[in-house]
C-alpha cells in the first residue's frame, strides 16, 4: 500500500502527509506532517503568513492490528501579526485530529470518553488495557464533563433519589421523562434544596415522583400547579410493600387458615364441565386413518 493508501486509511479527510511509517513488537510510529494552507490564531482569529518555527508533536491515536498506535506528526509555528493582540505566535491544530494540550488524538478522545461514560474509572481502565488504549483511570474520569442544565424544567419531571453510598449518603436525580435522559443532579434529598432547584428552573407541568414526604413539600412550595403523578414501578414497588407488611402482620391466620383447609375433606364437584377439546389436526386425522386401515388389512 503506497502512502497515499495510508493516508486515506489512517488519516481519512485530514490534511496531513505520511512520511514514514516504523513498526515495532511495542507499536507503531507514524510520522507524518501538517500540510494545510495556514492556520489563524485562538485569540484574535488572525491568519497565520509568516512562519515562526517547525516543531514535532507526538500523539497517542488508537490500536492499529493490535498495537498502540503513536503519531509523530510535524506542526507549524506562525506569528500573529496583529499588533492587538497579545499572543505572538501560535501552534496550527489539524482538525478532526489534534486539540491544544492534549496527548490523544480527536478519535482517540471519543473512544475514551465514550468507555469513561460506559464503565467508570477502574473497569474502564482495565478495557482500555486490554484493548491498548493508553489511558489510566484518573485521566478517564477526567475525560467525564457535567452536561448543561437547562434554564427552563422539562414538562414532565422525573424525580427520585438515589445512593451516593448506601446507608450514608443520598443524592436526588432528574429526569426528563419524555426525553429519557438526565437533566440534573441534586446533593442531597433535602426539601429545601428540590424547592430551590424548581423556583431557578420553572416551566414543570407534571412531576412524577415516589412517595416521599420531603418531595411533596417540595412541590408544593415551588410549584403549587404542578401535578403529582406516582410512576408504575414506585406503585408497584408500594403494592408489594403492603401485601407483604400484611401478610406478615396476619401470618398466624393464614397458618392457621391454611392449615384448616388442608386437613379439611374436599367438596364434591356439581355438573363437572367436559374436558375441553382441541379441533384435531391434520397428521392426527391422518394417523387415525392408517391405524384403521392397518387393523382392517390384519382382520382380513
Request: with cysteine; aromatic share 6%.
Amino acid at each position: 500500500m503506497g502512502a497515499a493508501g495510508v493516508e486515506d486509511v489512517l488519516f481519512p479527510g485530514i490534511d496531513v502527509r505520511v512520511t514514514a511509517i516504523h513498526v515495532a513488537a511495542e507499536g507503531v510510529i507514524v510520522e507524518a506532517s501538517a500540510c494545510g494552507w495556514t492556520a489563524s490564531c485562538p485569540d484574535c482569529g488572525c491568519p497565520g503568513r509568516r512562519i515562526h518555527s517547525r516543531y514535532t508533536r507526538r500523539q497517542a491515536e488508537g490500536p492499529v492490528v493490535g498495537r498502540p498506535l503513536v503519531i509523530s506528526l510535524q506542526l507549524r509555528r506562525f506569528f500573529c501579526e496583529r499588533r492587538t493582540c497579545n499572543r505572538r505566535t501560535f501552534a496550527e491544530q489539524v482538525p478532526d485530529l489534534t486539540e491544544r494540550q492534549r496527548r490523544h488524538s480527536v478519535g482517540m478522545r471519543r473512544w475514551t470518553r465514550t468507555i469513561a461514560t460506559s464503565l467508570g474509572g477502574r473497569p474502564g481502565e482495565r478495557l482500555c488495557r486490554a484493548l491498548q488504549l493508553p489511558a489510566g483511570r484518573t485521566h478517564l474520569l477526567g475525560l467525564l464533563t457535567a452536561p448543561a442544565v437547562p434554564e427552563r424544567a422539562p414538562r414532565v419531571l422525573g424525580v427520585d433519589e438515589f445512593a451516593f453510598r448506601k446507608g450514608w449518603r443520598y443524592g436526588t436525580v432528574l429526569v426528563d421523562v419524555e426525553a429519557a435522559h438526565v437533566v440534573d443532579v441534586l446533593p442531597d434529598r433535602d426539601a429545601v434544596i428540590f424547592a430551590d432547584w424548581l423556583r431557578e428552573h420553572p416551566g414543570a407541568e407534571i412531576i412524577c415522583r415516589d412517595r416521599a414526604s420531603a418531595y411533596s413539600s417540595a412541590v408544593r412550595d415551588a410549584a403549587p400547579d404542578a401535578q403529582e403523578v406516582a410512576d408504575r414501578w414506585h406503585l408497584l414497588a408500594n403494592l408489594s410493600s403492603a401485601v407483604e407488611k400484611t401478610c406478615h402482620q396476619y401470618r398466624p391466620c393464614l397458618r392457621k387458615q391454611a392449615e384448616t383447609e388442608r386437613v379439611a375433606q374436599p367438596r364434591p364437584i356439581i355438573n363437572p364441565l367436559p374436558p375441553p377439546t382441541l379441533p384435531p389436526t391434520k397428521i392426527a386425522v391422518r394417523t387415525r386413518d392408517r391405524y384403521a386401515d392397518i387393523h382392517r388389512l390384519l382382520a382380513e
